[in-house]
Nanobody, 130 residues
Framework: EAQLVESGGGLVQPGGSLRLSCAAS????????MAWVRQAPGKGLEWVSS????????YYADSVKGRFTISRDNAKNTLYLQMNSLKTEDTAVYYC???????????????????????WGRGTQVTVSS
């Protein structure tokens, strides 16, 4: 059974950092483009970042560009999101997921709904507060 399990969330002060991990199993991780999405209280799903299957191309939402870094280790079946310079508006549940479109298309609005993903995890809570 395909599974994605996020970890690494927690409480952090503004300006701090966190690294999220997503452990994949039950499918051939290396053949899938991957994405991080988030949902803040009172808001809809927001695409954060995506990465192609070969770990050669990365894409970011304007809101996180320059602060977040997506990466993957196909040998470990793991996706990462390094989050630096965190802001209160980054508070959300973060999910890793497999987009139904190539990773490069997510920025065009193709990764904005849960139906846009084939697999997703249960999420990890990130709270940025002083």
């Amino acid at each position: 059974e395909a599974q994605l399990v996020e970890s690494g969330g927690g409480l952090v002060q503004p300006g701090g950092s966190l690294r999220l991990s997503c452990a994949a199993s039950g499918f051939t991780f290396s053949t899938y483009d991957m994405a991080w999405v988030r949902q803040a209280p009172g808001k809809g799903l927001e695409w954060v970042s995506s990465i192609n299957r070969g770990n050669s191309s990365t894409y970011y939402a304007d809101s996180v560009k320059g602060r977040f870094t997506i990466s993957r280790d196909n040998a470990k079946n793991t996706l990462y999101l390094q989050m630096n310079s965190l802001k209160t508006e980054d508070t959300a549940v973060y999910y890793c997921a497999t987009p139904r479109v190539p990773a490069r298309y997510c920025s065009g609005g193709s990764c904005a709904r849960k139906d846009d993903f084939s697999y997703w995890g249960r999420g990890t809570q990130v709270t940025v507060s002083s």
